[in-house]
């Protein structure tokens, strides 16, 4: 159902955007050039408008513990291939069930998981191409635009929401088809779709409100640690091939299957 009347904002300007992000973290422009490694000046001139080159966008995302993909959609610069994902998910929903499966996961077993993904080799994957291209959002719309580009950077494919559904509370539970409606500028950002985003996204509220230009609900629950911790899972796989990605699955499912058998034994079993 859409909203009658709605319209879609309009993504802020970099320097309203970034203004934002600083100053959900308290930070200011010395603070920011410092951890960024960039001239104060340059800082200062981003937040009077000035455009950001890749090497900034870049720095400043990890400054700012960001998924670098998603500052240079928020710039509104086309994003490296090498920060996208290297190729299509599995029908099977692969990318999915690693983050259900770690969800069930404690700290120890999830942090054994991104561990294991650092240790990959990426083979013979040409870092140079990926399957998403700008042309497979055109149909999105004003903010809509950039949650469509952020679900596409952690390789979240529409069909695959329901299956993540879990993650979140059920005060924040976002339906495959409210997310194609948000993406496509039908409806309004509400604070618990804000909320529901931000953990399958494994990014904070408050930064994916301020870039929507939406409202954050005051006295709803937290996301999970664990549920983001598990979504967060997802960036670190979308440069693998499938078959490095599948072992990830295969393990993922064996220590949450030793888990859920451990968590259930009785003491004399």
Same mark, same amino acid.
């Given at each position: ?6 319209? +879609? ?5 970099? !320097? ?12 200011? *422009? ?7 490694? =960039? ?6 001139? =981003? ?25 240079? @959609? /928020?710039?509104?610069?086309? *994003? ?16 999915? $069930? ?9 700290? !120890? ?42 679900? @596409?950077?952690?390789? /979240?494919?529409?069909?695959? *929401? ?11 539970? +976002? ?35 301020? *870039? ?29 091939? @499938?078959?490095? +990605?599948?072992? +990830? ?8 299957? $030793?888990?859920?058998?451990? @968590? ?6």
């Amino acid at each position: 159902m859409t909203d009658r009347g709605f319209v +879609v904002p309009e993504p802020l300007p970099f !320097a309203a955007a970034l203004t934002r992000l600083l100053a959900n973290r308290s930070l200011d *422009v010395s603070d920011l050039a410092r951890s960024a490694g =960039l001239r104060t000046d340059r800082v200062a001139a =981003l937040l009077a408008g000035a455009t950001p080159d890749a090497w900034q966008l870049r720095h400043m995302a990890a400054a700012l513990h960001l998924h670098a993909a998603d500052l240079f @959609a /928020i710039a509104g610069r086309p *994003v490296p291939a090498d920060l996208l994902p290297l190729e299509r998910p599995h029908p099977s929903r692969t990318f999915a $069930d690693i983050a259900m499966d770690a969800h069930q996961l404690d700290d !120890a077993g999830r942090d054994e998981v991104r561990a294991f993904i650092h240790a990959l080799p990426t083979g013979t994957a040409d870092l140079t191409r990926s399957w998403v291209t700008d042309r497979r959002h055109d149909r999105f719309r004003g903010v809509g635009g950039l949650v469509g580009r952020f679900l @596409a950077h952690r390789n /979240i494919l529409s069909n695959q *929401v329901r299956c993540l559904a879990h993650l979140t509370h059920a005060d924040m539970y +976002v339906s495959q088809s409210t997310i194609y409606m948000l993406t496509v500028g039908r409806v309004p950002y509400r604070p618990r779709y804000v909320l529901g985003l931000a953990t399958l996204l494994a990014m904070r509220a408050d930064d994916l409100a301020a *870039v929507l230009r939406a409202p954050l609900p005051t006295g709803s629950p937290a996301p999970c640690r664990h549920a983001l911790d598990a979504a967060a899972l997802l960036p670190l796989l979308v440069r693998y091939p @499938a078959a490095q +990605v599948a072992k +990830v699955a295969d393990l993922t499912r064996r220590l949450t299957e $030793d888990h859920n058998r451990a @968590a259930h034994r009785y003491p004399w079993a």
